[in-house]
T-cell receptor, first 111, second 115 residues
């Protein structure tokens, strides 16, 4: 069946460092992946997405890497800032646009 | 920037009561969704809705749940007889159609507390 999971439940980094958040997925048929950021008491906020025909996509300070061979997704945040502190979820799209979310990684940025 | 809105932000109800959670998706979006998140857990898909009918629903979305698009702007989730385990954050999301239609934009959520 479908499952999306995260390697680490928590990640603590120093301000200015780069952060890497990892995610594993099991559905090889998934064709679209998204990273969401969720701050306390708020809904998931779209960060970046990637389609299965790509292996890398860059945004502003964020990069998503997709390795279909090992079914692995990662989110890289450059020069992490205190405002980046949040829970980060990866999600994969299945049939009818349904999203399956991972458990989330709590990113804490220390000043 | 257009955004998904949800009301109320917090709903407290007694077990067995009916609740209706409301959402206003981003205008001109055609795909609508409900997700829920039990405290401390991951976001779970409930239902997707397109062209005035359910496209897909999860095992969670049993006969106690229903969705409706009563007019051109609102999208509602009804729980007919709430149970304690229905306590969660409920998120509405919407997406466009076409090539750029994949991104689902989420609302701020409604916190449902069943007593």
């Amino acid at each position: 069946g479908e499952s999306v999971g995260l390697h680490l439940p928590t990640l603590s980094v120093q301000e200015g460092d780069n952060s890497i958040i990892n995610c594993a997925y099991s559905n090889s048929a998934s064709d679209y992946f998204i990273w969401y950021k969720q701050e306390s008491g708020k809904g998931p906020q779209f960060i970046i997405d990637i389609r299965s025909n790509m292996d890398k996509r860059q945004g502003q300070r964020v990069t998503v890497l997709l390795n279909k061979t090992v079914k692995h997704l990662s989110l890289q945040i450059a020069a992490t800032q205190p405002g980046d502190s949040a829970v980060y979820f990866c999600a994969e799209r299945g049939s009818n646009y349904k999203l399956t979310f991972g458990k989330g990684t709590l990113l804490t940025v220390n000043p | 920037e257009p955004e998904v809105t949800q009301t109320p932000s917090h709903q407290v109800t007694q077990m067995g009561q009916e609740v209706i959670l409301r959402c206003v998706p981003i205008s001109n979006h055609l795909y609508f969704y409900w997700y829920r998140q039990i405290l401390g857990q991951k976001v779970e898909f409930l239902v997707s809705f397109y062209n005035n009918e359910i496209s897909e629903k999860s095992e969670i979305f049993d006969d106690q749940f229903s969705v409706e698009r009563p007019d051109g702007s609102n999208f509602t989730l009804k729980i007919r007889s709430t149970k304690l385990e229905d306590s969660a954050m409920y998120f509405c999301a919407s997406s466009d159609s076409g090539v750029r239609g994949d991104t689902q934009y989420f609302g701020p959520g409604t916190r449902l507390t069943v007593l």
